[in-house]
């Protein structure tokens, strides 16, 4: 048993301790605490804590976004987490979120405010920025979660339909490519941030086909397609607006294709090789110095076995995205992700997301998410 004296002494260092944290800090003090060790100190604050200062101290959140504080964190590497986002049509703007540094689940909400119009659907992301259509509205509308700015673009017309959408940020903004149809005709637009307009292309209908599987992806200043069978890769030119086929053959037998980009000159193919629509196995290449596919790696057969029963062999359903050194494959029909780690070369399930119901069925749409203070909408 612990004595009187020991008893004693700790008690007196508890209320010690107790009442210099009672006390209040002298604000002479504080006041003067120079801008750059409060930067210093914020850069250490989680994202939920961030969020948090715009309710809790003007002066700390107008701190956070200082020309001094973004350009110090303007580089690749994002202090904060990086994300995987699910989004469930049994969701309200509320998403569960998966923190890929502590291994952890936590929710958001991507409500902007509360007068928010709730007909915003088809969300995509990339480089820290949502996008989301409205076809009420006929508009667009680009948000930046942690800096809580947006924009609203207007389709190019409001007698469109979409019927796709990439979107991908780039060194200098960001690109909207859509394809919208009108009067049974298809018509491809291009939204350029930095001069804040759309242009129009044709001419693209033949060389895409019927329809896309998920968006293009972005590798030598292009957006980048596999087209449904018979599948090919091909090439939309940024700038000058022509469709190419820029690499050889595809490697045999493909029962489905998609692409992926790392954003610093590599890309690669994710495919199912089999026979009558049915995958045998699943394999990763890379593509060449030659525009030939290199074989990189290929699934192991039981996580194949696995993966292929709960796409029902309905490769439609697949799509592919990079995420923070992760090769990322999912299905629209099964909440896990099966991924792709590229620095050890490994395999790996993402769990199921405990938040979600047992009932929960098809409708899973994962993104990635890494926030950036600097990213501008």
Known sequence: MMNTTTTTTTTRKWNNNNTLM????DPKIWSKLPPE??????SFLPLKTLLNLRSTCKGFWSLVFSPSFTSKYSSSSSPFSSFLLLSHPQFHRHYPLYDCTLGTWRNISLSLSDSSPSSFTNVVSSGGLFCLSDSMSCSLLIFNLLAKTSRK???PSYSL??????FVTTPSGYIIFSLFSASATNRAFVYDSEVRSWRRFNGFGPILGDKLHQQGVFFNRGLYFATPEPFSIVRFDLESGVWERPVGELPGQLTFARLVSDGEGKLYLIGGVGNNGISRSIKLWEL???GDWVEVQSLPEL????????CYHKYEHVYCFWHEGMICICCYTWPEILYYLVSRRTWHWLPRCPSLPLKCSCGFKWFS????LYASV
């Open 37 to 42: 060790i409060l930067e210093y100190i914020l």
């Open 303 to 310: 996580m194949c076995r696995k993966f292929v029963s709960v």
């Open 22 to 25: 009672m006390m209040k800090m």
């Open 288 to 290: 060449g110095e030659a």
């Open 161 to 166: 339909h979409l019927e796709h959408l990439t």
């Open 153 to 155: 673009i207007q389709y």
């Open 369 to 372: 998410f890494v926030p950036k």
